[in-house]
C-alpha cells in the first residue's frame, strides 16, 4: 500500500512545484495578439475615440485578383475620417496572399485563414482592424440567400469577394464599388458595436427585433438588407445610393466617443 501513496504524494509536490515555479517567473508572457483575439464589438470605443489609440492601421488581404476597386478603398477611408477620432492618422496597408484553397469557406477556416495571413496587431497607440476579401464564398450561401461579409472577431471582418463580384457580374446594372463601398461600411459599423452588439445601445427602440444587431430604420446603413446580397442588390438597384448611418446609430457611436 505504501508504494502509490508514496507516487501520488511525489506528483502532488511535483504540481505545486509547477505552480510556484510559474509563480516566480513572474508576469505570464504577453501574447502579442491577445488584443485582437476578443469578441466582437468589444473594442467600440477602442476605434471610434482616441484615449487609448490615435492611430489605426487597416490591413486589407485578398488574393491576386480579389482586390477590392480603388474606388471602394478610397470610399471607405472617408467613411472611416468621417466617424473615428484618429487623429495619428488612418493607415490601410495591403497584404496580397496566396489564395487560401477548401472553398466554400465556414466561419472556423475563416477564422484559420486570419491568423495564418494576418500581419498586422494592434501595438503601442495604433489599433490594428483585419479585412480578409475571400476569394471563395460563405458556405451558409443558399439560392435565396448569399452572405457578403461578417464580422467576427473585435477587429476582423470577411467581405465575401467572390459573392460580391458574382452579383455585381449578374447585375450590369449595379456598381461593384457600390456594393464592395456598402458591405465594407456595414460590417465595419459591426466591429463599431451596431447595433446593441454589446447590449449598451443608448436608445430604448433602435434595435430590430425581427432581426437582432440591426437597426430598425431603414433607410439605414445597419438596416438588415444590408446582410444579404440578393437583398443588398435589389435595394441598391431600386435606391441608386448607398445607405450611411441614420441619426441613432450616430448617436451611439458617438456616446463611444466617435465623431
Ligand atoms: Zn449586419
Ligand atoms: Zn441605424
Redesign the pocket.
Known amino acids: 500500500m505504501k508504494g502509490p501513496w508514496i507516487k501520488l504524494l511525489l506528483v502532488v509536490v511535483a504540481f505545486f512545484a509547477v505552480i510556484s515555479c510559474k509563480k516566480d517567473d513572474g508576469e505570464p508572457p504577453i501574447d502579442p495578439k491577445a488584443e485582437n483575439r476578443k469578441s466582437l464589438g468589444v473594442s467600440a470605443e477602442d476605434l471610434l475615440s482616441e484615449d487609448i489609440y490615435d492611430r489605426i492601421t487597416i490591413e486589407l488581404v485578398y488574393a491576386p485578383s480579389y482586390r477590392p476597386t480603388d474606388i471602394a478603398i478610397n470610399e471607405f477611408r472617408n467613411f472611416l475620417n468621417a466617424r473615428l477620432n484618429k487623429s495619428g492618422g488612418i493607415n490601410i496597408i495591403e497584404t496580397v496572399i496566396e489564395a487560401p484553397s477548401g472553398a466554400p469557406f465556414n466561419i472556423e477556416e475563416i477564422r484559420a485563414i486570419e491568423d495564418e495571413h494576418r500581419v498586422h496587431y494592434t501595438v503601442d497607440n495604433t489599433i490594428a482592424v483585419y479585412i480578409f476579401f475571400s476569394n471563395g464564398v460563405s458556405t451558409n450561401d443558399t439560392n435565396t440567400s448569399v452572405t457578403l461579409g461578417t464580422?467576427y472577431r473585435n477587429t476582423s471582418i470577411v467581405v465575401y469577394e467572390k459573392t460580391v463580384r458574382d452579383i455585381a457580374l449578374n447585375n450590369p446594372n449595379i456598381e461593384l464599388h457600390d456594393l464592395e463601398i456598402n458591405t465594407l461600411e456595414?460590417?465595419f459599423?459591426?466591429i463599431l458595436g451596431l447595433v446593441n452588439i454589446q447590449d449598451d445601445d443608448i436608445h430604448t427602440n433602435h434595435e430590430d427585433a425581427a432581426h437582432l444587431?440591426?437597426c430598425v430604420v431603414e433607410d439605414c446603413l445597419?438596416y438588415?438588407e444590408?446582410?444579404d446580397g440578393l437583398r443588398l442588390a435589389e435595394r441598391l438597384a431600386k435606391r441608386g445610393v448607398i445607405p450611411s448611418f441614420d441619426p441613432l446609430c450616430i448617436a451611439d457611436l458617438q456616446a463611444k466617443g466617435g465623431k
Open positions: 464580422a456595414h460590417e459599423g459591426h444587431k440591426h445597419m438588415f444590408s446582410t
